[in-house]
T-cell receptor, first 110, second 115 residues
Framework: DQQVKQNSPSLSVQEGRISILNCDYT??????FLWYKKYPAEGPTFLIS?????DKNEDGRFTVFLNKSAKHLSLHIVPSQPGDSAVYFC?????????FGAGTTVTVRA | GAGVSQSPSNKVTEKGKDVELRCDPI?????LYWYRQSLGQGLEFLIY????????KSGLPSDRFSAERTGGSVSTLTIQRTQQEDSAVYLC?????????????FGQGTRLTVV
């Protein structure tokens, strides 16, 4: 039973434009959400997070939006850069176990 | 080292053999996690260690899987009588405290291939 879903397996975006990655979850008990970035042959690295008491968190080019009523969050990358090409995982938790989505592969075209 | 270290990086084993995967967490991190990623899937929780508390083994897929953490530091994940469906990337992560609110730092993973 997958509690966190990333329905878009891939995303292609032109350099300089906005990348929008989406994530849906089913467990209403989740109260903390994270995005991880993964390059090939490396482990995932933490990117940005948001608590359920907020609806937006911004860190440089990365912004995460949370819509609790829709059980939906998104990651915006503006502007997209070639180094952003990677797999992005959405994760959610209400204790210590992180439930992950299947990931979205982002390709930034020059 | 500065990060989470896993060994080996790659392991090819014959069906039915036992394998051991090792994880060296970041020094001082009390929480340690094992996850695995099968092809095209998200990360699947396997087991969690926090200090001296009993581990949460709820994610282990079968009794062929076991893990231990010695001295609150190094952890070993053992898979007995490996099957082809065990082929995956096994990821270890550690964090400062056992709360999801603290980011977990991942190692590079061990790619296990059962032939």
């Amino acid at each position: 039973d997958q509690q966190v879903k990333q329905n878009s397996p891939s995303l292609s975006v032109q350099e300089g434009r906005i990348s929008i990655l989406n994530c849906d979850y089913t467990n209403s008990m989740f109260d903390y959400f994270l995005w991880y970035k993964k390059y090939p042959a490396e482990g995932p690295t933490f990117l940005i997070s948001i608590s359920s008491i907020k609806d937006k968190n911004e860190d440089g080019r990365f912004t995460v939006f949370l819509n609790k009523s829709a059980k939906h969050l998104s990651l915006h990358i503006v502007p997209s850069q070639p180094g952003d090409s990677a797999v992005y995982f959405c994760a959610a938790t209400n204790d210590y176990k992180l439930s992950f989505g299947a990931g979205t592969t982002v390709t930034v075209r020059a | 080292g500065a990060g989470v270290s896993q060994s080996p990086s790659n392991k090819v084993t014959e069906k039915g053999k036992d394998v051991e995967l090792r994880c060296d967490p970041i020094s001082g991190h009390t929480a340690l996690y094992w996850y695995r990623q099968s092809l095209g899937q998200g990360l699947e929780f396997l087991i969690y260690f926090q200090g001296n508390s009993a581990p949460d083994k709820s994610g282990l897929p079968s009794d062929r899987f076991s893990a231990e953490r010695t001295g609150g530091s190094v952890s070993t994940l053992t898979i007995q009588r490996t099957q082809q469906e065990d082929s995956a990337v096994y990821l270890c992560a550690s964090s400062l405290v056992g709360q999801g609110q603290t980011e977990a730092f991942f190692g590079q993973g061990t790619r296990l291939t059962v032939v």
